[in-house]
């Protein structure tokens, strides 16, 4: 039987309980499955009432052209995939999930700084190796008091700050300018930032803007003695330079929650007990994905009753 339920074009993967709650309401279709993109793309312009999408996809200008005068919802704050010129060009309203992920990715950015710095899983790895019973385990750094250097300081930024207080850590922090009402001190140049900071911690966005803002001399200036964080995009950091100040001892480690080629990990980096690196799970907790779910289809259903949607990308 041909089902009556609106069409909505999904781009790539989603997860399982998003792709329920659709299913309720729409007959979805998925991108991804199709042999012949660039044809199906033209043959269905004008079918979908929306598209979704996540932000490891993102959305490219051939989709908004069959998605004309509609709305592709976005599940995931980061827009770098997503090209919103051409989403403009073709009147497409877009929306993103931000807000309900910040306090979870807040709190992975300070378990990346004390797991690196604290050593936690080579410690923990040496416990399950039965080694503790033969000595203990070596000293590690300090977290607490020491300057944090934010680049970024947008909702995710200013939660890692207000954690920081609680850690008695002195905050500065560097942006394109000045961030209103934000209490903390503004540095205009990122070397000087690095230099200045113990723990450089990355929360800007992705994209062509702050490709590879954090490079080699960014490194140079973090010093043998200073950790980077990163919880933003793999992009922003010269991945390259990264590798080789480690191995050089340039700086004195890395926690990575995203890389430049999710999911492929440098040999250099994955094999450094100095290096912490996790799966890009900063916004995967249960109740995280269950309010970014309920966002999509609220502004999915705001756009359909209203013809805007309740969050676009900021
Ligand atoms: C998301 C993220 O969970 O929201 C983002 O931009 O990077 C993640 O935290 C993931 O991207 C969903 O696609």
């Known amino acids: 039987m041909m089902s009556t339920l609106p069409k909505i074009l999904i781009i790539g993967p989603i997860p399982p309980g998003l792709e329920k709650s659709l299913s309720l309401q729409f007959e979805w279709v998925p991108l991804w499955q199709v042999q012949d993109r660039a044809s199906f793309l033209q043959s269905h312009q004008g079918q979908f009432v929306?598209?979704?999408?996540?932000?490891?996809?993102?959305?490219?200008?051939?989709?908004?052209?069959?998605?004309?005068?509609?709305?592709?919802?976005?599940?995931?704050?980061?827009?770098?995939?997503?090209?919103?010129?051409?989403?403009?060009?073709?009147?497409?309203?877009?929306?993103?999930?931000?807000?309900?992920?910040?306090?979870?990715?807040?709190?992975?950015?300070?378990?990346?700084?004390?797991?690196?710095?604290?050593?936690?899983?080579?410690?923990?790895?040496?416990?399950?190796?039965g080694h503790w019973t033969q000595g203990g385990f070596g000293l590690s750094t300090r977290v607490s008091g020491k300057r944090l250097g934010i680049v970024g300081l947008g909702r995710i930024g200013l939660a890692i700050a207000r954690r920081a207080q609680g850690f008695d850590m002195p905050v500065s922090y560097y942006a394109r300018r000045p961030v209103e009402g934000a209490a903390y001190k503004f540095q205009p140049d990122l070397r000087t930032l690095a230099q200045d900071s113990d723990f450089l911690m990355i929360a800007c966005k992705g994209g062509p803007d702050t490709r590879h803002l954090i490079s080699a001399d960014v490194l140079k200036a973090l010093g043998p003695k200073g950790y980077l964080i990163n919880i933003s995009r793999g992009t922003v950091i010269d991945e390259d330079a990264l590798a080789h100040a480690i191995e050089h001892h340039d700086i004195a480690g890395a926690g990575l929650d995203v890389l430049t080629h999710e999911p492929h990990v440098p040999a250099a980096l994955r094999n450094n007990p100095r290096v912490l690196i996790l799966p890009h799970v900063a916004a995967s907790t249960h109740e995280t994905r269950a309010a970014m779910e309920q966002l999509v289809i609220d502004n999915l259903n705001a756009f359909l009753h209203t013809g805007k949607v309740l969050t676009p990308p900021a």
């Open 50 to 129: 929306a598209g979704v999408t996540m932000s490891r996809h993102g959305c490219q200008a051939d989709v908004f052209a069959c998605l004309k005068n509609t709305v592709l919802v976005c599940f995931g704050v980061g827009f770098d995939g997503i090209d919103l010129q051409a989403a403009k060009l073709n009147h497409v309203a877009v929306s993103t999930t931000p807000d309900v992920l910040t306090d979870c990715v807040a709190d992975i950015a300070f378990a990346l700084m004390l797991g690196v710095a604290r050593q936690v899983v080579p410690a923990a790895q040496f416990v399950q190796a």
